[in-house]
């Protein structure tokens, strides 16, 4: 045969973008149809959008709403259905039914009104009280801090859930199949036709894409959800911090992807996953924890918003609460892309090193060994 017609081993190698998108589409596929991750992300998909609709259906049918009303502003509420009104003489004896909560708001009359009387109310007017009545009159809040803490502290809880969330399931997904091919062998096949760092990058792309499609489906959820129920308004402001949260987790999550796939690599064994990842795992839980206990600590949260691990949950709620200046966010940015690019190659590096070797535990100096 003439060796014209031969076709070299190297012209059938696949580049590396292909041989990095074909353990992407592995990556997405073998979790696709995985029935325990199809079932997971249903549930989770699921229970959203019930909590959604429950609760703005919820704040839409809510009746019986208790009202204090002064005799001089009885005749703006006569004809308003769904409310328990208590009578009382004048303004002063109905803010301190506001304040000592057994009202949830107050209606006075009100010279200086265009209507001729306002809601009073603690730290937020019940958003069905102001729909209820024929005119909207204007509100006086007796505590505004509260109402602002209050709202600070639902954004962190949710900031926090979806970063803790999403992190470590996919970051526990990513250990786990590391070793698993480490176990069964396969690993040595993939390599054979694939460079390395191909692999590690596929890995990564393919559960980054996995993540970032489970967040903006929970974000449409909400959106969906908060309109169809006629609730809109919960969503305003919420805008640019959910916009930066998003930029922010892809970033974070490529970093902690890329330590995760690295730290399981220098194990051979499921059981062992623990003793490698664990450190990764308390940095994606502190961000969580501090963001709930020190959501209204300008210093906590400044300090967060440019530790590269907690970023992505401590920048979106400084902008939620307008304490962040507008380049802020950028340079926190540029410290986490920097962060991101010395994790990635520090992860290859180990990756390298660790991923054939069999048996026990590769210690760190030995993976970061040239």
């Given amino acids: 045969m003439s060796t014209a017609t031969r076709t070299s081993p190297t012209a059938l190698a696949p580049s590396a973008a292909q041989s ?5 589409e592995r990556e997405i596929g073998s979790k696709l149809r995985s029935k325990a991750f199809v079932i997971s992300t249903a549930i989770l998909l699921l229970g959203a959008l019930v909590l959604v609709l429950w609760g703005g259906f919820a704040a839409s049918n809510a009746t019986g709403t208790p009202v204090a009303v002064t005799s001089d502003a009885a005749q703006y509420v006569s004809e308003v259905q769904g409310l328990d009104v208590t009578d009382v003489a ?3 004896e109905a803010e301190a039914l506001v304040e000592s909560g057994d009202v949830d708001a107050a209606v006075v009359a009100d010279a200086d009104s265009p209507v001729g009387f306002a809601v009073v109310a603690d730290s937020d007017a019940p958003s069905q009280l102001i729909l209820q009545l024929s005119q909207t009159p204007p509100v006086e809040l007796l505590n505004p801090e509260e109402g602002n ?3 600070g502290y639902v954004a962190a809880i949710g900031f926090g859930v979806v970063f803790l969330f999403a992190a470590s399931m996919f970051g526990g997904t990513i250990a786990q199949s590391v ?3 480490k176990q069964t062998r396969v690993v040595e096949l993939l390599i054979s036709a694939i460079p390395v760092r191909s692999l590690l990058a596929g890995k990564v792309i393919g559960n980054t894409i996995l993540a970032m499609a489970q967040i903006l489906l929970l974000a ?5 959800g908060l309109t169809v129920t006629d609730q809109t308004a ?12 998003a930029v922010f987790f892809f970033f974070g ?7 995760f796939a690295a ?9 062992d996953i623990g003793s490698t990842t664990t450190p990764l795992t308390m940095l994606i839980m502190a961000p969580y924890f501090l963001v709930i206990f020190f959501f209204d600590n300008p210093v906590v949260l400044g300090i967060m918003s440019y530790v590269p691990f907690s970023a992505p949950v401590g920048m979106p709620m400084r902008l939620f609460l307008g304490e962040a200046q507008w380049w802020e966010p950028l340079l926190s940015l540029a410290i986490l892309i920097a962060t991101c690019i010395a994790a990635i190659l520090v992860g290859a590096r180990i990756y390298e090193n660790s991923l054939l070797r069999m048996g026990g535990r590769v210690k760190l100096s030995e993976a970061l060994a040239r």
């Fill in 253 to 259: 999550f490529i970093l902690l992807a890329s330590l």
């Fill in 90 to 92: 004048d303004r002063a």
């Fill in 220 to 224: 449409a959820i909400a959106v969906v």
């Fill in 20 to 24: 990095i998108w074909l353990v992407a």
């Fill in 234 to 245: 919960l969503l305003q402001g919420l805008g640019g911090p959910i916009a930066w949260f």
């Fill in 179 to 181: 070793v698993e091919e």
């Fill in 263 to 271: 730290a399981a690599s220098m194990v051979s064994r499921q059981e």
């Fill in 149 to 151: 803490a209050a709202l």
